[in-house]
């Protein structure tokens, strides 16, 4: 089993760069693949971003750019710095990995960008 363990949302102002931090723990592969999905008021949950132990990375278009992932393989944590955002980026953002078997989630922190 895996447990993610989110920090770092919060409420914040349009065009602020905050960071998210996500530590996991339990049983993690070298080959496990780390990221971050959101999920916004009444829509689905959507991909964000992730990135491979390696350090192979991949973003969603509408945060190519501003969003930038990133991972410490001793600490078994995975970044999401977050920069320029805007109203939209509002969500609740999950960390996940993912193993050859499954996928884990994290419980999710709050984002919520004022204007």
């Known amino acids: 089993q895996v447990q993610l363990v989110e920090s770092g949302g919060g409420l914040v102002q349009a065009g602020d760069s905050p960071r998210l931090s996500c530590a996991a723990s339990?049983?993690?592969?070298?080959?496990?693949?780390m990221g971050w999905y959101r999920q916004a008021p009444g829509n689905g949950r959507e991909f964000v971003a992730h990135?491979?132990?390696?350090?192979?990375?991949n973003y969603a278009s509408s945060v190519k750019g501003r969003f930038t992932v990133s991972r410490d393989n001793a600490k078994n944590t995975v970044y999401l710095q977050m920069n320029s955002l805007k109203p939209e980026d509002t969500a609740v953002y999950y960390c996940?990995?993912?193993?050859?078997?499954?996928?884990?989630w994290g419980q999710g922190t709050q984002v919520t960008v004022s204007s």
């Open positions: 990135i491979t132990s390696s350090g192979g990375t």
């Open positions: 996940t990995l993912r193993s050859v078997s499954r996928i884990y």
């Open positions: 339990g049983s993690i592969s070298s080959n496990d693949i």
